[in-house]
């Protein structure tokens, strides 16, 4: 599974791993709005915008999808966008 991280033009792509995740949600972490996380693995892909003010209900766009079937699609704040990505995470290593 990869973790990559798009933050304005600069592209970082890494083995995903429950820790890096734990880091890029981090309530003290920085995140610049239009930044896109997305993990995937095979067909599976999970993605968090940035689009609004930190903190906030609206923080993220999340969408995501195993084969042609969504599996979520909406706006999320930190906490929540982090509780998806660990579940897809979890989907991952098993």
Same mark, same amino acid.
């Given at each position: ?22 880091? %890029? ?25 940035? %689009? ?19 599996? %979520? ?22």
């Amino acid at each position: 599974m990869i973790l990559r991280i798009c933050d304005n033009g600069r592209e970082q792509i890494v083995p995903a791993s429950p820790e890096r995740v734990e880091q %890029v949600f981090a309530p003290e972490a920085p995140i610049a709005d239009g930044t896109e996380i997305t993990l995937a693995e095979g067909d599976g892909w999970l993605t968090a915008l940035a %689009v609004g003010t930190p903190g906030e209900p609206g923080e993220f766009l999340l969408s995501g999808a195993i084969g042609e079937t969504a599996t %979520v699609s909406g706006q999320a704040g930190r906490s929540d966008a982090l509780s998806r990505f660990r579940e897809f995470l979890a989907r991952g290593q098993r």
